[in-house]
T-cell receptor, first 112, second 113 residues
Framework: GQQLNQSPQSMFIQEGEDVSMNCTSS?????WLWYKQDPGEGPVLLIA?????ELTSNGRLTAQFGITRKDSFLNISASIPSDVGIYFC????????????FGKGTHLIIQP | DTGVSQDPRHKITKRGQNVTFRCDPI?????LYWYRQTLGQGPEFLTY????????KSRLLSDRFSAERPKGSFSTLEIQRTEQGDSAMYLC???????????FGDGTRLSIL
């Protein structure tokens, strides 16, 4: 089945630093979404992208739908302690199922 | 704010028993999805409904799994004759329209003894 390669697997950063993570696929996607998941909870939607080249911000978060339609990135500026968690990219491949395909997640750890 | 609601939050059962989970989607969302998530992995798609019609099932959904959405509102996911490998978090999501963003509940964590 479809697979998304999400990197990095984990990040150890200092509070206040900027963060960047990305997701790539071997096939073309028509939707990219970014979620954050805290322990024991479900994923929470951060940003949804629907057009190639689209750049969308949500507060300190910015995500882009790659122009090749095979990748997306998420940036977090000026990280704060509550940014800790696991970030997942997810998407729908063109011609694929309506269900989302998820990456394996990026575990963000912030050192005070 | 009534988001996606799942019940129970935790279920512990012995191998071989049947279990049923319930999902209440966001009101007026006509699409409802079930996913399974194991430790250290992202959620994996199982099946989805548009209103009461089950439109797609992934290959992960074995014959022991069945899902229903009888009135196009809440949905149930039943696992028969549970196995150790069924231990996972079962997540439900809903969306308002085709290709719309999916909003997740907090899941039901299933542990098989």
């Amino acid at each position: 089945g479809q697979q998304l390669n999400q990197s990095p697997q984990s990040m150890f950063i200092q509070e206040g630093e900027d963060v960047s993570m990305n997701c790539t696929s071997s096939s073309i996607f028509n939707t990219w979404l970014w979620y954050k998941q805290d322990p024991g909870e479900g994923p929470v939607l951060l940003i949804a992208l629907y057009k190639a080249g689209e750049l969308t911000s949500n507060g300190r978060l910015t995500a882009q739908f790659g122009i090749t339609r095979k990748d997306s990135f998420l940036n977090i500026s000026a990280s704060i302690p509550s940014d800790v968690g696991i970030y997942f990219c997810a998407g729908r491949p063109v011609g694929g199922a309506d269900g989302l395909t998820f990456g394996k997640g990026t575990h963000l750890i912030i050192q005070p | 704010d009534t988001g996606v609601s799942q019940d129970p939050r935790h279920k512990i059962t012995k191998r071989g028993q049947n279990v049923t989970f319930r999902c209440d989607p966001i009101s007026e969302h006509n699409r409802l999805y079930w996913y399974r998530q194991t430790l250290g992995q992202g959620p994996e798609f199982l099946t989805y409904f548009q209103n009461e019609a089950q439109l797609e099932k992934s290959r992960l959904l074995s014959d022991r799994f069945s899902a229903e959405r009888p009135k196009g509102s809440f949905s149930t996911l039943e696992i028969q004759r549970t196995e150790q490998g069924d231990s996972a978090m079962y997540l439900c999501a809903s969306s308002l329209q085709d290709l719309g963003p999916q909003h997740f509940g907090d899941g039901t964590r299933l542990s098989i003894l």
